[in-house]
């Protein structure tokens, strides 16, 4: 039943900028891990802003492995009524426990991107520390993904009620050198002229079918740690199936940055490589710079740019099929839907005040 309870999350609207620090020991553009990721968020001032409490106050104070000792609980089925359930000496780990003035807060942060999250990775740390505190719990769940704090403030109303969680704010950050323009697009769009129109019958690699071009970005700053990586050790870091692994490495060789090593894993290409040197700015322009190659991107990022709206799935199977892309049906229709998340990506990046 515990498995089946998750939290759906989804983008705040709002995107808040805010300056590195000269910190000669944190890469604030190659926060690679979820521990690096908590210490940019502290150094930055990101999590008072969030908790909106004064600049420096919230220290982090504990972390990792605990026992939750025993406890019992509520929780609601789904189809009416509910349960308790009795815990006794489990195991959690917390990524990040902070104090202030006001308050304990309890972090559970992740690196890759993931549309929800099971609500006993906050429910567990908080019954736990709810017996060892005066304080209120604040519970935070952080996902530092392309280089943006997406951040979710929740609370149980009723501490014995695991199915009271409740989304208080939500809030995203990043960083100011980061900021991108319309401008900036056009003119990589302007720059480049498209090498292949993807006819299935002339390219080697298959089109993409990888709808969250989040994911590429997240797998290529883990290829960027790692000298290679197999589909099962991507599936187990992204937290998908095989399936999907494959998937979204063919992506990363469809954009060239990826390139298959002997043992039939993936690693980054030269060029690959060369772009994760870069600043998350330029390195988001780069990668755009590689998607508008193909044709179908850099035609439909015309038309948005020109009537500021994204196709429709109709229309981008319609070009697919004038270019002989991938055979007609439910492969197309896959595809389109990844040609639309990727255009989706690049329309995320801009902000102009």
Same mark, same amino acid.
């Given at each position: 039943?515990?498995?089946?309870?998750?939290? @759906? !999350?989804?983008?705040?609207?709002?995107?808040?900028?805010?300056?590195?620090?000269? /910190?000669? *020991? #944190?890469?604030?553009?190659?926060?690679?891990?979820?521990?690096?990721?908590?210490?940019?968020?502290?150094?930055?001032?990101?999590?008072?802003?969030?908790?909106?409490?004064?600049?420096?106050?919230?220290?982090?104070?504990?972390?990792?492995?605990?026992?939750?000792?025993?406890?019992?609980?509520?929780?609601?089925?789904?189809?009416?009524?509910?349960?308790?359930?009795?815990?006794?000496?489990?195991?959690?780990?917390?990524?990040?426990?902070?104090?202030?003035?006001?308050?304990?807060?309890?972090?559970?942060?992740?690196?890759?991107?993931?549309?929800?999250?099971?609500?006993?990775?906050?429910?567990?740390?908080?019954?736990?520390?709810?017996?060892?505190?005066?304080?209120?719990?604040?519970?935070?769940?952080?996902?530092?993904?392309? @280089? !943006?704090?997406?951040?979710?403030?929740?609370?149980?109303?009723?501490?014995?009620? /695991?199915? *009271? #969680?409740?989304?208080?704010?939500?809030?995203?950050?990043?960083?100011?050198?980061?900021r991108i323009t319309w401008n900036d697009l056009h003119e990589i769009w302007g720059n480049t002229s498209p090498t292949t129109d993807d006819n299935q019958e002339e390219v080697d690699t298959p089109f993409v079918q990888a709808d969250t071009f989040t994911n590429v970005i997240t797998l290529m700053q883990r290829l960027d740690q790692e000298k290679s990586m197999n589909a099962a050790e991507i599936a187990g870091y992204m937290e998908f199936d095989p399936r999907q692994a494959n998937y979204y490495s063919a992506a990363g060789e469809y954009l060239g940055v990826f390139e298959r090593t002997p043992s039939g894993g993936v690693s980054l290409s030269r060029e690959g490589r060369q772009i994760m040197a870069l600043h998350v700015r330029e390195r988001r322009l780069a990668i755009v710079e590689l998607i508008f190659k193909h044709e179908i991107f850099h035609y439909f990022f015309g038309l948005m740019y020109g009537n500021g709206e994204l196709p429709s799935k109709a229309d981008i199977i319609e070009r697919m099929s004038l270019h002989n892309i991938c055979n007609e049906g439910s492969t197309m229709n896959r595809r389109a839907s990844s040609v639309l998340g990727w255009l989706r990506w690049i329309v995320s990046l801009v902000d102009e005040e």
């Open positions: 039943m515990l498995k089946r309870i998750i939290i @759906s !999350i989804k983008p705040a609207n709002d995107l808040v900028y805010v300056p590195t620090k000269p /910190y000669e *020991s #944190i890469d604030f553009d190659h926060l690679t891990s979820e521990s690096n990721a908590i210490n940019a968020m502290s150094a930055t001032g990101i999590l008072d802003m969030f908790l909106d409490v004064p600049m420096g106050t919230t220290v982090e104070t504990f972390n990792g492995r605990m026992g939750t000792g025993a406890f019992s609980f509520n929780v609601n089925h789904l189809g009416g009524g509910s349960s308790t359930i009795r815990v006794n000496s489990a195991q959690l780990e917390i990524d990040g426990g902070f104090e202030n003035d006001d308050s304990v807060i309890i972090m559970e942060a992740k690196n890759v991107p993931h549309p929800d999250f099971h609500v006993r990775q906050l429910y567990f740390p908080y019954r736990l520390w709810l017996n060892k505190v005066h304080k209120p719990i604040r519970l935070v769940f952080s996902q530092y993904v392309d @280089s !943006i704090y997406h951040l979710f403030e929740y609370e149980f109303a009723d501490p014995d009620d /695991y199915s *009271s #969680i409740r989304l208080v704010q939500q809030c995203d950050y990043t960083f100011q050198s980061s």
